[in-house]
Each structure stands twice: as structure tokens, then as C-alpha cells.
């Protein structure tokens, strides 16, 4: 048998001669708190020396409103007695129980009414919804029924019952040695020798200790600290932007024509603020109806300034890149941003109205289609994916546009985000005669692997269990 704590020794010497006690009782003995005591008797448990009985009471205690009631009597009662041959609802009305009462007589049928008059139905009582009042019992179903009416409130309260069991008991006749206990050495016991002498503490070293939940960093927001490092190493600038955004700057900037389902209602939230829109504007408006003095013949159709001017909550964080570019025309330039997207989604367990998303560009006089995919590989690389592979998409301010792809064991391959060289329509308005690379990617996609979730909800909802089962994530090149 495991050795036995002080503690437990002094708990199964108690209960040698109270042989069965409530924790307060035992407390008040032992000269300690009754969770103490509880849990001295759980551990004397383990060894099968004592018995530890869990027992519920249940009782109904009286609102501040069912007081005065118990004293006064219930409003229907009241209303009833005060209910004469000659009494109208008019008389009914000024008395102060009316408000309730009244309502309570007709769901019981015990009064009836006739125009303006008011008459008691033979033999009715409240006596018995008095009685449940008085003495309150869990199978009575007018107790429940106040219970409803905020009269009657439920209450449990629990008790330990601690007893000694066969084993305990033969224990404690063999003899226990209830010495005090040393759990500490100084250096003096040491150095006398007085140690040798002492009754030093056993412990258990197979026992687990008590789980320890330090605060920590929500391991999405870690994720996306890990990504913001990673192309801070990769030498790239962070870029900030509002969440609400110009149509101009979101959509119209990016060569996205104003007809684009993608500006309907049903994926874009539109605000009723409009803003006006920036200088040089009509190069833009030019590049959608006719290709501007570009090789293009653009979207043809009008291209409406009002259209332009509404503001929505941005769909992309590329609307931020886009302004960067058009504040900074001249390379070189390597940048990223990484902030909370919206769109009308049905919500479930992969889709989200709004969620994170990480955009990136890159510009200078030489970089190619190439540059673009090495930068992508390494990027998903250092995040962990060690297979990465690209297909061509398409994507209106884009050309050549490519999916990027990685495979996770056990699931197989996953599309990641989207990426390509910014097209002349994008570029030329805003005065940029270089290449830009350009790409983005749902961080939460990410995260969703990284953590082992199937449900993109998990990410946002206060769930202490998920946050506290899930580890700390440590920094790491390769493997996710």
C-alpha cells in the first residue's frame, strides 16, 4: 500500500472513534477547512481506507417577492378575498395585487367576468396554491409553477459524509505514527546531522501534480504572429489599413469591373458613407472604359464615379497594397499585410462573414514570375509545409495567376491562397512601369491545420477548454 500523509493519518485516527462524520464536523477536530478534509479523505480513498459520500439537498427558499407573499398571501389570493357580490372590475382594478392577480384568477378559472361585473365561481379556493407556498415539494407541480412565477427559488447544497472503512479501520489498530512531519531540510539539520532523526515527508513521485493554466497568447493570434515574423526575417515591410475602404480603392484600383458579382450585395457590405475620390481618378475610370493609353481595350461600358465613391467594409487587404503602391511608385518595395477581411458568407464550420487574410507584394525593376514562386515556396516552407505546389487560376488584377498548394499527411493536397503579377490595368493608372508580384492567402486556413480543428468557429469563440488543452506553439523550421 502507498504510504500515507500526515494528513490522512490524523483523518483515520478521527474516524477510528467518530467512525462516520460530515466534513465540517471533522474539520472542527483536525483544525482544518472542510475541502481540506474532503480532500484528505479522497486520498485515503485511492487506498481503499476511507469512503467519501457525495449528499444533495435540495430546498426552496423564498424570493424577496415570495416573503411578502408567505406573510400577505399570493396576489391571487388577495384579489379574491377582496372579490363581493357587488364588486366591478373598476373596484378590482385599484386594489395593488390587480396587476398580477387578476391574471392568475382567469388562467385558474375561479372568477367570471360579465361586462363590468366580477363574480367568484362557486367553491373557488387558492388554499391548495397557499399550501405549496407554505410547504414547497419537488413533486408537486404548483411548486413548479412558482418556481416560473420568480416566487420560489431552487437551491442544492451538498455535504460530505466521511467514513472509515474494514481496512482503515484495521490500519489505525496496528498503530499509526502521527509524529510531525518534516517537508523541508535546513542547512543547519543538515549540517548537525539532526536529519537522520527527523520524520521526513514521503512523497509520491508517480502521482501527477495538480494541472497548472498559465495565461498565454490565443495560439490564432500566435499563428499570425509566427506568419508576421517569418516575413519580417524575409525582409518585408508591414503595411496597416482601415477595415472600412473605398469602392475605388477595394475594387475599381484593381481593375475589378464595377459589374463584378463579386460588388454585389450578396459578398460585399456596403455602408451608407461615401468618400471622394482621389486625384488622378479619371486614369482609372479611362483603364475600365477604353484601356486608357495602354494596349488594352479595358471593361467598355460606364464606369460610374458614385459607384466608386460608396465604402464597404474591405473584402481584401489588398486595398491596402494598392494605396502603399500608388504613395510609393518607385521600387524597390516588399511588403505585407496581414488584418480581418468581411464578406457575406453563410456561416459554417469552413466559411466565416469575416476572417483573417495575409497579402503581399513585391516590386523592382527585375523580378519575374519566378522570384514570385520562390518567394511563395519558401514562405510555406518556414511555416512548415515542406510539399509545395502551384497550378494556374485566374483573377481580375492578375496575369499570369496561380494557386498555390501544399500537402498535409492524412488529408492530401489543400489550396492556400492565390498569387500573380500584377496586370498593366493595375499597374499603369497609378504610374508603376515596374513588375509587381502579388499574393494572399486565409490565415485562418492555416491555423486550422496547424491546431488540428474542423470547425473554423473554434478560432473565435471563448472556449477555456480549447484554449487551455492547446499547447503553447513553439517557433519552428519544417514540420507543421
Not at 476511507?50 to 430546498?59: D, I, S
Not at 465613391?309 to 511608385?329: D, F, G, K, M, W
Not at 503581399?360 to 523580378?367: A, F, K, S
Request: one cysteine or more.
Amino acid at each position: 500500500m502507498a504510504e500515507l500523509t500526515q494528513n490522512e493519518k490524523r483523518l483515520l485516527a478521527i474516524l477510528e472513534k467518530e467512525n462516520k462524520a460530515d466534513a465540517p464536523h471533522l474539520a472542527g477536530l483536525l483544525d482544518a477547512t472542510s475541502e481540506a478534509v474532503v480532500q484528505w479523505a479522497h486520498l485515503a480513498g485511492d487506498k481503499g481506507l476511507a469512503m467519501v459520500e457525495r449528499v444533495v439537498a435540495k430546498e426552496f427558499v423564498y424570493t424577496d417577492e415570495g416573503k411578502a407573499y408567505a406573510q400577505n398571501g399570493l396576489p391571487e389570493t388577495q384579489l379574491l378575498r377582496f372579490i363581493l357580490p357587488e364588486t366591478t372590475l373598476a373596484d378590482l382594478q385599484k386594489h395593488e395585487a390587480f396587476r398580477i392577480g387578476f391574471g392568475q384568477l382567469r388562467k385558474k378559472g375561479l372568477v367570471k367576468v360579465e361586462g363590468t361585473s366580477v363574480t367568484k365561481i362557486p367553491g373557488s379556493t387558492t388554499d391548495a396554491d397557499e399550501a405549496a407556498l407554505k410547504k414547497p415539494s419537488d413533486a408537486d407541480p404548483r411548486t413548479k409553477d412558482l418556481i416560473k412565477r420568480g416566487i420560489l427559488q431552487e437551491s442544492e447544497t451538498v455535504r460530505y459524509a466521511i467514513n472509515i472503512t474494514p481496512a482503515g479501520l484495521a490500519l489505525v489498530k496496528q498503530g499509526l505514527d502521527l509524529r510531525g512531519e518534516s517537508g523541508t531540510l535546513t542547512r543547519d539539520q543538515i549540517i548537525s546531522g539532526e536529519w537522520k532523526d527527523l520524520n521526513l515527508r514521503k512523497y509520491d513521485v508517480s502521482k501527477l501534480p495538480k494541472k497548472a493554466y498559465p495565461g498565454k497568447i490565443h495560439p490564432y493570434q500566435r499563428i499570425i504572429g509566427e506568419m508576421r515574423e517569418i516575413l519580417l526575417e524575409m525582409g518585408f515591410t508591414e503595411l496597416y489599413g482601415g477595415i472600412v475602404q473605398q469602392s475605388y480603392w477595394n475594387f475599381d484600383a484593381l481593375f475589378q469591373p464595377q459589374d463584378h458579382p463579386a460588388r454585389e450585395m450578396q459578398d460585399t457590405f456596403y455602408l451608407n458613407e461615401t468618400l471622394p475620390l482621389p486625384k488622378g481618378y479619371e486614369k482609372v475610370k479611362a483603364m475600365h472604359e477604353c484601356g486608357g493609353e495602354t494596349s488594352s481595350t479595358g471593361w467598355g461600358g460606364v464606369w460610374k464615379e458614385e459607384k466608386a465613391e460608396q465604402c464597404v467594409l474591405r473584402t481584401h487587404t489588398t486595398s491596402v497594397s494598392i494605396q502603399y503602391l500608388a504613395n510609393n511608385p518607385n521600387p524597390p518595395i516588399k511588403a505585407f499585410c496581414v488584418g480581418r477581411v468581411y464578406r457575406r458568407e453563410t456561416i459554417d464550420t469552413t466559411h466565416l462573414a469575416e476572417f483573417e487574410q495575409l497579402e503581399g507584394i513585391v516590386m523592382d525593376e527585375n523580378v519575374s514570375f519566378g522570384n514570385l514562386l520562390g518567394i511563395l515556396r519558401e514562405f510555406y516552407n518556414r511555416m512548415g509545409f515542406e510539399s509545395v505546389r502551384f497550378k494556374p487560376s485566374f483573377y481580375p488584377y492578375t496575369e499570369p495567376s496561380l494557386d498555390a498548394e501544399v500537402y498535409v499527411d492524412g488529408i492530401g493536397w489543400i489550396e492556400m491562397g492565390g498569387a500573380g503579377v500584377f496586370r498593366e490595368e493595375v499597374t499603369a493608372p497609378i504610374g508603376i512601369t515596374y513588375p509587381v508580384l502579388a499574393w494572399g492567402l486565409g490565415v485562418s486556413r492555416i491555423a486550422m491545420l496547424r491546431l488540428g480543428l474542423k470547425d473554423l468557429r473554434l478560432l473565435h469563440k471563448s472556449d477555456v477548454a480549447f484554449l487551455r488543452e492547446t499547447p503553447s506553439l513553439r517557433h519552428t523550421k519544417g514540420g507543421i
